[in-house]
């Protein structure tokens, strides 16, 4: 499920569920880890995804979803307010949905990877059926 919600007027950290003082104030939009969504959420409606985020405070991964926030639901950016966005459990998420039990029903497995950019050649499973040997898919 969703475990962190946001509210970041310009990009900037006001609000936050659970509450992390530390966060309170950060400009999320200029860390260079999302910095390229400036442009793309400040002129567009409707969510966008990122992700896999490996999750710090428990194992397992996660992905972020930003939901624009414009003045008078103008997607300009003259009329971007900032963001609100969440921070979902990627094995809460598939869990929800049944994934294994409808890969299982249907005599399916899966594996959820990505590889890491710096070296590309090791894939780190994320999600994957309850019996699955990941490596034998990837």
Request: glycine share 8%; hydrophobic share 45%.
């Amino acid at each position: 499920g969703i475990s962190t919600m946001v509210l970041a007027p310009g990009g900037v950290i006001t609000q936050m569920y659970p509450p992390k003082s530390a966060n309170l104030g950060v400009d999320v939009l200029a860390n260079p880890t999302y910095k390229y969504l400036l442009p793309i959420l400040s002129t567009s409606s409707g969510a966008k995804t990122t992700g896999p985020i490996k999750l710090t405070t428990r194992p397992g991964y996660g992905a972020h979803v930003w939901f624009p926030i414009h003045i008078n639901n103008v997607s300009t950016i003259q009329n971007f307010w900032g963001v609100a966005y969440i921070l979902m459990e990627i094995s809460v998420l598939l869990e929800s949905l049944n994934m294994s039990r409808i890969m299982a029903r249907e005599g399916m497995d899966y594996a959820m990877w990505f590889t890491v950019t710096a070296n590309g050649t090791t894939p780190i499973v994320i999600a994957q059926s309850n019996d699955t040997n990941a490596a034998r898919i990837i």
